[in-house]
T-cell receptor, first 112, second 113 residues
Framework: ETGVTQTPRHLVMGMTNKKSLKCEQH?????MYWYKQSAKKPLELMFV???????ENNSVPSRFSPECPNSSHLFLHLHTLQPEDSALYLC???????????FGQGTRLTVV | GDSVTQMEGPVTLSEEAFLTINCTYT??????LFWYVQYPGEGLQLLLK?????DKGSNKGFEATYRKETTSFHLEKGSVQVSDSAVYFC????????????FGEGTQLTVNP
């Protein structure tokens, strides 16, 4: 069992759909992160949570809405996305802020 | 701000060739340094790390040495295999309040049989 599990692995959604990405970590970590990885672009840090409190929101459009109900789970709610939002969305966790991160396998999102 | 610069890819090698992927960093202090690897269709996996100057991180035949004098953390492997084909990311982390992992842009490695 991997330490950080993301579901689904692949998602195709229309621009009017609402969907959610799920991340679960089994490492006892206190910080969780969402990253976006697009082709030909550097990794983009989207959101950071520490002890279930959002501590960073890097100018991400409101059509992306994170939720962290407890320190083991992190969601990314998606609504009215655009084709340019198609990317690999990576979840990560770390023991605390400012320590090395462990990544999930990602959700490959395609917006049509 | 902090930044990480990697050699541009893609890099294509034959099996058993020697690999070097260059990485340099800029930081106000002395960050921890990491190499992550991303295999096709997967997330990032931590490959190795070094937390202070002159430390050598190693794993799966890969090595990297933290060089403060040249602000570098080059990744090396003496004999690559086809299964090493992946994207390699160098990253730095300042363990101070407000800091996050800073990633390089990634280097695509393809190893041919």
């Amino acid at each position: 069992e991997t330490g950080v599990t993301q579901t689904p692995r692949h998602l195709v959604m229309g621009m009017t759909n609402k969907k959610s990405l799920k991340c679960e970590q089994h490492l006892g970590h206190n910080a969780m992160y969402w990253y976006k990885q697009s082709a030909k672009k550097p990794l983009e840090l989207m959101f950071v949570y520490s002890l279930e409190e959002r501590v960073e929101n890097n100018s991400v459009p409101s059509r992306f809405s994170p939720e962290c109900p407890n320190s083991s789970h992190l969601f990314l709610h998606l609504h009215t996305l655009q084709p340019e939002d198609s990317a690999l969305y990576l979840c990560a966790s770390s023991w605390k802020l400012n320590t090395e991160a462990f990544f999930g396998q990602g959700t490959r999102l395609t917006v049509v | 701000g902090d930044s990480v610069t990697q050699m541009e890819g893609p890099v294509t090698l034959s099996e058993e060739a020697f690999l070097t992927i260059n990485c340099t960093y800029t930081a106000t202090g002395y960050p921890s340094l990491f190499w992550y690897v991303q295999y096709p269709g997967e997330g990032l996996q931590l490959l190795l790390k070094a937390t202070k100057a002159d430390d050598k991180g190693s794993n799966k035949g890969f090595e990297a040495t933290y060089r403060k004098e040249t602000t570098s953390f080059h990744l090396e492997k003496g004999s690559v295999q086809v299964s090493d084909s992946a994207v390699y990311f160098c990253a730095s982390l300042q363990e101070t309040s407000g800091s996050r992992l800073t990633f390089g842009e990634g280097t695509q490695l393809t190893v041919n049989p």
